[in-house]
């Protein structure tokens, strides 16, 4: 039913795989979120979700991946 939503957002502070593997990880652990891409040299994260996802949702998986939003 519903569309499914793509949401663009900027890491700071990710340095190499390890840090793209955690982030990824993270924000698929919000419900609903699928096709995680993150491109390490610009901190660039994409992301399709099946269901809306709040900031609050999304500061928060970033935070417990161990980054900040830019
Ligand atoms: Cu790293």
């Given at each position: 039913m519903n569309e499914k939503q793509t949401s663009e957002l900027t890491v700071a502070g990710m340095t190499c795989g390890h840090c793209v593997a955690s982030v990824t990880e993270e924000l698929q652990e919000?419900?609903?979120?699928?096709d995680v891409q993150v491109d390490l040299a610009t901190g660039r994260v994409r992301f399709t979700a099946a269901q809306p996802v709040s900031d609050a949702e999304v500061q928060a998986a970033v935070e417990g991946a161990g980054y900040q939003l830019a």
């Open positions: 919000i419900s609903g979120v699928n």
